[in-house]
């Protein structure tokens, strides 16, 4: 088999690790790949636009933003004429599968090719350009498409290729806006990229906390929606609010179609508030730059599943698209996904809006209406008769950036919902010590995009006369709901509590433990908050490493945290291209140790210039970070000199990713409502919660302490463990050993 890959479109982060991913495992199947360079125009002018591309063509790329084999926008691709040609040349190179990487006009384009082939193959010979038996031979064109497009506006994935990093591009925007708005009281209009879909809009204002934000798929319900915008952004500075932002999406209109533009925004802002008002339009900012380790990461595994895809010995496989749903790789016909996304474009010309949100599906449209409340200037007025509850909010364990997002997010949406929300200052500490008050709406403010812990946190787990000391104070501030937003050592409290409610009765109140820990060991979620910040100080941190590597032929040994989990060690080399990850899951043995020095020898022989190896800091506690790199250095003698980085504590720190933010507010919001649904209820349950394969799932506190690994603080199960085949192919041309784990 043969295979063309190529980028087409516009060009998103993370195309060039979706190619790296499709060319080393198409290599490790034993298929040959060719790039088809400048996407359909390529295919349309053949020639050397289409090549043969090896392993090495696509080293040092996983970094690189846009996409290294070109892409374009191909008229003559249009025409039945133009596919004509790009038919011929396919046959002529032997190709009979197609990876298709581009947005939904690509992926059209493939689908009509499809749709066309067998009579496209009939022409060609009719004209003489090719021959019967080779028609016959390449009638089952097998094609296979992955979305990179920064606007994630197609169905069939979770996450676009690029949309990630787009967020990134607008958060760290946004975020310096806000700060220079704050400075002076001023206006900010954010314009940012989405002609169908609010997408990057709707998820940027959720992250960066802004004041208001127009999409496409849900326009303002009034008329007169300039004077709500205008009271809510009033009514804020009033409350003392220095900046006001709000963040329009290119194609963002009002309920009868008319387009809202950022300017328009901005003239009713200056007219009817009189506020000096400036207009941001982030442009090609949002599709530029380094992809963020989530683009890197899906973008990899999607590629290597395209190839797998490929294998299917169906002989006239129908096209798909693979896509991200939950953590899993997904499969999904190309026919499909199309109608779906048309859907959505269809709906929001007819003005069934309702529709357009449907279609886009339960988290955006939870995503939405979380937004609706927190751009509120000020809380509801509480309906008569509502129940007012009085919840603490908490953090502990190690710090995690997003524990401000979350906490922020809990804050205002259970104030808006009339409750009493207490906040309790270093951790268990301060439940020990009484270190307790009322966090009211503007106490929060600026809250989202602040990294660290502004209530504070420790690991100190209570124990002993600890418990008197905490029951006191929680019957003193009539605490009737807990929210505990923390790490391992959080959770171990909480079981504490849990398992002591028959004695203390103040503990006997419904309690939920929200993951936040950089460390990603937590039990009842695939993800905790925190993981992807981590992550993309690491990914930035090893780049710049590789960099200083250019004129030597060097190998770094770069130790990540993660207590006993190796999910940042794994994720952290797939995301930099690293050709190892220890772990302490997996263990280290002398003879793993052997074999990775012949893999690095054979490695720099052939030409090799930089390697990398990732290491958890727990995986052994012998073969220490630096008993490695002196292992290496020594038996790498002229090859190579070693080099070790311990990362540290810049992996703790930093603002929030944009990805953790949302991740923070919507469990946040979760955890209040389930909460207010227990207090009171007749058998008030305790939980973790957590998302579960893309779904936000509650795990009973009962259940927790069989799914865990005490001794090595990480759950018993894992689901990252299985993406380590893909990520050892990858790095690594090494035929696989027998027995191998890798
Ligand atoms: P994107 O893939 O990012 O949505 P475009 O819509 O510009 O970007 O599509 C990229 C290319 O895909 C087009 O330049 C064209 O070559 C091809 N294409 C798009 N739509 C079609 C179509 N309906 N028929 C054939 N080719 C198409």
Same mark, same amino acid.
């Given at each position: 088999? $043969?295979?063309?890959?190529?980028?087409?479109?516009?060009?998103?982060?993370?195309?060039?690790?979706?190619?790296?991913?499709?060319?080393?495992?198409?290599?490790?199947?034993?298929?040959?790949?060719?790039?088809?360079?400048?996407?359909?125009?390529?295919?349309?002018?053949?020639?050397?636009?289409?090549?043969?591309?090896?392993?090495?063509?696509?080293?040092?790329?996983?970094?690189?933003?846009?996409?290294?084999? +070109?892409?374009?926008?191909?008229?003559?691709?249009?025409?039945?004429?133009?596919?004509?040609?790009?038919?011929?040349?396919?046959?002529?190179?032997?190709?009979?599968? =197609?990876?298709?990487?581009?947005?939904?006009?690509?992926?059209?384009?493939?689908?009509?090719?499809?749709?066309?082939?067998?009579?496209?193959?009939?022409?060609?010979?009719?004209?003489?350009?090719?021959?019967?038996?080779?028609?016959?031979?390449?009638?089952?064109?097998?094609?296979?498409?992955?979305?990179?497009?920064?606007?994630?506006?197609?169905?069939?994935?979770?996450?676009?290729?690029?949309?990630?990093?787009?967020?990134?591009?607008?958060?760290?925007?946004?975020?310096?806006?806000?700060?220079?708005?704050?400075?002076?009281?001023?206006?900010?209009?954010?314009?940012?990229? +989405?002609?169908?879909?609010?997408?990057?809009?709707?998820?940027?204002?959720?992250?960066?906390?802004?004041?208001?934000? =127009?999409?496409?798929?849900?326009?303002?319900?009034?008329?007169?929606?300039?004077?709500?915008?205008?009271?809510?952004?009033?009514?804020?500075?009033?409350?003392?609010?220095?900046?006001?932002?709000?963040?329009?999406?290119?194609?963002?209109?009002?309920?009868?179609?008319?387009?809202?533009?950022?300017?328009?925004?901005?003239?009713?802002?200056?007219?009817?508030?009189?506020?000096?008002?400036?207009?941001?339009?982030?442009?090609?900012?949002?599709?530029?730059?380094?992809?963020?380790?989530?683009?890197?990461?899906?973008?990899?595994?999607?590629?290597?599943? *395209?190839?797998?895809?490929?294998?299917?010995?169906?002989?006239?496989?129908?096209?798909?698209?693979?896509?991200?749903?939950?953590?899993?790789?997904?499969?999904?016909?190309?026919?499909?996904?199309?109608?779906?996304?048309?859907?959505?474009?269809?709906?929001? $010309?007819?003005?069934?809006?309702?529709?357009?949100?449907?279609?886009?599906?339960?988290?955006?449209?939870?995503?939405? !209406?979380? &937004?609706?409340?927190?751009?509120?200037?000020?809380?509801?007025?509480?309906?008569?008769?509502?129940?007012?509850?009085?919840?603490?909010?908490?953090?502990?364990?190690?710090?995690?950036?997003?524990?401000?997002?979350?906490?922020?997010?809990?804050?205002?949406?259970?104030?808006?919902?009339?409750?009493?929300?207490?906040?309790?200052?270093?951790?268990?500490?301060?439940?020990?010590?009484?270190?307790?008050?009322?966090?009211?709406?503007? $106490?929060?403010?600026?809250?989202?995009?602040?990294?660290?812990?502004?209530?504070?946190?420790?690991?100190?787990?209570?124990?002993?006369?600890?418990?008197?000391?905490?029951?006191?104070? =929680?019957? $003193?501030?009539?605490?009737?709901? =807990?929210?505990?937003?923390?790490?391992?050592?959080?959770?171990?409290?909480?079981?504490?509590?849990?398992?002591?409610?028959?004695?203390?009765?103040?503990?006997?109140?419904?309690?939920?433990?929200?993951?936040?820990?950089?460390?990603?060991?937590?039990?009842?979620?695939?993800?905790?908050?925190?993981?992807?910040?981590?992550?993309?100080?690491?990914?930035?941190?090893?780049?710049?490493?590789?960099?200083?590597? &250019?004129?030597?032929?060097?190998?770094?040994?770069?130790?990540?945290?993660? !207590?006993?989990?190796?999910?940042?060690?794994?994720?952290?080399?797939?995301?930099?291209?690293?050709?190892?990850?220890?772990?302490?899951?997996?263990?280290?043995?002398?003879?793993?140790?052997?074999?990775?020095?012949?893999?690095?020898?054979?490695?720099?022989?052939?030409?090799?210039?930089?390697?990398?190896?990732?290491?958890?800091?727990?995986?052994?506690?012998?073969?220490?970070?630096?008993?490695?790199?002196?292992?290496?250095?020594?038996?790498?003698?002229?090859?190579?000199?070693?080099?070790?980085?311990?990362?540290? !504590?810049?992996?703790? +720190?930093?603002?929030?990713?944009?990805?953790?933010?949302?991740?923070?507010?919507?469990?946040?919001?979760?955890?209040?409502?389930?909460?207010?649904?227990?207090?009171?209820?007749?058998?008030?349950?305790?939980?973790?919660? +957590?998302?579960?394969?893309?779904?936000?799932?509650?795990?009973?506190?009962?259940?927790?302490?069989?799914?865990?690994?005490?001794?090595?603080?990480?759950?018993?199960?894992?689901?990252?463990?299985?993406?380590?085949?893909?990520?050892?192919?990858?790095?690594?041309? *090494?035929?696989?050993?027998?027995?191998?784990?890798?």
């Amino acid at each position: 088999m $043969k295979i063309g890959v190529l980028t087409s479109g516009g060009d998103a982060p993370g195309m060039n690790a979706a190619v790296r991913a499709v060319v080393r495992m198409a290599l490790d199947k034993g298929i040959k790949t060719y790039a088809i360079y400048e996407g359909y125009q390529g295919m349309v002018d053949g020639g050397d636009r289409i090549r043969p591309i090896g392993w090495n063509d696509v080293g040092g790329i996983l970094h690189q933003g846009g996409t290294v084999i +070109g892409s374009a926008r191909c008229a003559r691709f249009r025409e039945r004429d133009g596919r004509l040609q790009a038919a011929l040349h396919l046959v002529q190179n032997g190709i009979d599968g =197609l990876i298709i990487i581009g947005g939904d006009g690509s992926l059209t384009g493939a689908h009509i090719l499809q749709k066309e082939w067998t009579g496209l193959l009939a022409e060609l010979v009719e004209k003489g350009e090719i021959e019967q038996a080779v028609a016959d031979q390449y009638q089952a064109l097998k094609i296979v498409g992955m979305v990179g497009s920064i606007d994630n506006d197609m169905y069939g994935t979770d996450m676009t290729i690029g949309a990630d990093t787009a967020l990134h591009r607008i958060v760290d925007a946004v975020d310096a806006i806000a700060s220079t708005a704050a400075s002076h009281q001023r206006s900010f209009v954010v314009e940012v990229m +989405g002609r169908r879909c609010g997408y990057l809009a709707l998820m940027g204002a959720l992250a960066t906390g802004a004041d208001w934000v =127009l999409i496409p798929e849900a326009p303002p319900n009034l008329d007169d929606w300039e004077s709500k915008m205008c009271e809510v952004l009033a009514e804020g500075r009033h409350v003392g609010r220095r900046d006001s932002i709000v963040i329009v999406a290119e194609g963002a209109q009002d309920r009868y179609g008319n387009p809202i533009t950022s300017q328009y925004v901005k003239e009713v802002l200056e007219e009817r508030l009189g506020e000096d008002t400036r207009v941001t339009v982030l442009g090609h900012v949002q599709r530029g730059g380094s992809p963020s380790a989530f683009d890197r990461n899906v973008s990899t595994l999607m590629g290597a599943d *395209a190839v797998e895809a490929m294998l299917s010995d169906a002989p006239k496989m129908e096209p798909i698209v693979i896509g991200i749903q939950g953590n899993e790789i997904s499969r999904t016909p190309l026919s499909h996904c199309l109608e779906k996304t048309w859907g959505v474009a269809e709906a929001i $010309k007819r003005r069934d809006y309702e529709r357009a949100m449907d279609l886009r599906g339960r988290s955006f449209s939870d995503a939405f !209406h979380i &937004v609706r409340t927190m751009v509120r200037a000020l809380p509801h007025e509480p309906e008569p008769g509502q129940r007012r509850l009085r919840l603490a909010v908490m953090n502990a364990g190690g710090p995690a950036p997003g524990m401000n997002t979350a906490v922020r997010a809990a804050v205002r949406l259970g104030v808006d919902k009339g409750h009493t929300m207490l906040g309790v200052y270093n951790g268990f500490r301060g439940l020990i010590d009484g270190d307790i008050s009322e966090l009211d709406w503007m $106490k929060v403010g600026g809250w989202a995009p602040r990294g660290g812990a502004l209530l504070g946190t420790n690991r100190d787990i209570p124990e002993g006369r600890d418990f008197y000391a905490i029951a006191r104070n =929680l019957e $003193k501030h009539q605490v009737q709901g =807990l929210l505990m937003i923390g790490g391992f050592a959080g959770y171990q409290s909480v079981l504490e509590l849990y398992a002591r409610r028959d004695t203390f009765p103040a503990f006997d109140i419904p309690i939920i433990c929200l993951p936040a820990s950089i460390n990603n060991n937590l039990p009842g979620a695939d993800l905790s908050v925190g993981a992807d910040t981590a992550l993309n100080s690491i990914a930035q941190a090893v780049d710049k490493i590789k960099q200083s590597a &250019v004129a030597s032929q060097r190998t770094f040994v770069v130790e990540v945290m993660g !207590h006993y989990c190796g999910y940042l060690s794994l994720m952290g080399a797939m995301a930099t291209g690293a050709e190892r990850a220890y772990m302490h899951e997996e263990g280290v043995t002398l003879k793993d140790l052997v074999e990775d020095v012949r893999q690095l020898k054979k490695g720099f022989r052939r030409g090799k210039r930089v390697g990398l190896m990732i290491r958890n800091e727990m995986a052994n506690e012998i073969y220490s970070t630096s008993f490695m790199s002196a292992l290496f250095e020594e038996e790498g003698g002229d090859l190579f000199d070693v080099r070790q980085a311990i990362l540290g !504590h810049m992996q703790q +720190g930093g603002d929030p990713s944009p990805f953790d933010r949302i991740l923070a507010t919507r469990l946040a919001a979760r955890c209040v409502d389930f909460l207010e649904a227990q207090i009171g209820s007749d058998n008030p349950e305790s939980a973790c919660i +957590g998302q579960v394969q893309g779904e936000i799932l509650l795990t009973s506190l009962e259940d927790v302490p069989r799914q865990l690994d005490k001794a090595h603080s990480r759950p018993k199960t894992q689901w990252w463990l299985d993406l380590r085949t893909v990520a050892g192919v990858l790095a690594q041309p *090494a035929p696989k050993k027998k027995g191998s784990k890798r």
